[in-house]
């Protein structure tokens, strides 16, 4: 079975520029996860969905910072305008219902260089 | 907030050494978590605990749940040089509402080891 699939692998771009992040989770999970890592933070939750709908999005940074799941195979993180201290490895993770084991299922990640 | 506290913070020792890495937390978790992270990947799960006390095995990587549930420690036994990479411990708390999913993240143990 196909994991979490994230896009793009990597993406260089310059500050000031909109960058858009993709996910798409495993196909029956309903809880769908934004995560940041960087040397000095480690691993920060920045917004999860439960069936779509955002249920806590208090880890992102800044109105900058926006993410969508327009529907329950898909969702985007979107950074507008981005700067160089936004760059780091972008996760995306899912996992089933209410009556999961607890464990998350990453994506390869998107490393984002923000020059 | 929670905070969970992962140490040592890295690790530098030979193969065929054992390891040790422990995380505790300032409150009570009803799961622990353990993730590899591999360069350039995403965390793998390698155990999850679930009740406080409980010890569980897979393969040379044993794991414990704390009795208090605010620690966990893993042991990797016999190291060989595939075991580099970052591990994770990871704490779950009770959902606090409907939809809702806590787990915390420890800073990572990172784990170099010298053939």
């Known amino acids: 079975d196909a994991g979490v699939i994230q896009s793009p692998r990597h993406e260089v771009t310059e500050m000031g520029q909109e960058v858009t992040l993709r996910c798409k989770p495993i196909?029956?999970?309903?809880?769908l996860f934004w995560y940041r890592q960087t040397m000095m933070r480690g691993l920060e939750l920045l917004i999860y969905?439960?069936?779509?709908?955002?249920?806590?999005d208090s880890g992102m940074p800044e109105d900058r910072f926006s993410a969508k799941m327009p529907n329950a195979s898909f969702s985007t993180l979107k950074i507008q305008p981005s700067e160089p201290r936004d760059s780091a490895v972008y996760f995306c993770?899912?996992?089933?219902?209410?009556?999961?084991?607890?464990?998350?299922?990453f994506g390869e990640g998107s490393r984002l260089t923000v020059l | 907030g929670q905070q969970l506290n992962q140490s040592p913070q890295s690790m530098f020792i030979q193969e065929g050494e054992d390891v040790s890495m422990n995380c505790t937390s300032s409150?009570?978790?009803?799961?622990w978590l353990w993730y590899k992270q591999d360069p350039g990947e995403g965390p793998v799960l390698l155990i999850a605990?679930?009740?406080?006390?409980e010890l569980t095995s897979n393969g040379r990587l044993t794991a414990q749940f704390g009795i208090t549930r605010k620690d966990s420690f893993l042991n990797i036994s016999a190291s060989i040089p595939s075991d580099v990479g970052i591990y994770f411990c990871?704490?779950?708390?009770?959902?606090?509402?409907?939809?809702?999913?806590?787990?915390?993240f420890g800073k990572g143990t990172k784990l170099s080891v010298i053939p």
């Open positions: 993770a899912s996992i089933p219902g209410e009556l999961n084991t607890g464990e998350l299922f």
């Open positions: 196909s029956g999970h309903d809880y």
């Open positions: 969905f439960n069936n779509n709908v955002p249920i806590d």
């Open positions: 409150s009570i978790f009803n799961t």
């Open positions: 605990l679930y009740k406080a006390g």
């Open positions: 990871a704490g779950k708390a009770p959902p606090s509402g409907a939809g809702s999913y806590q787990l915390t």
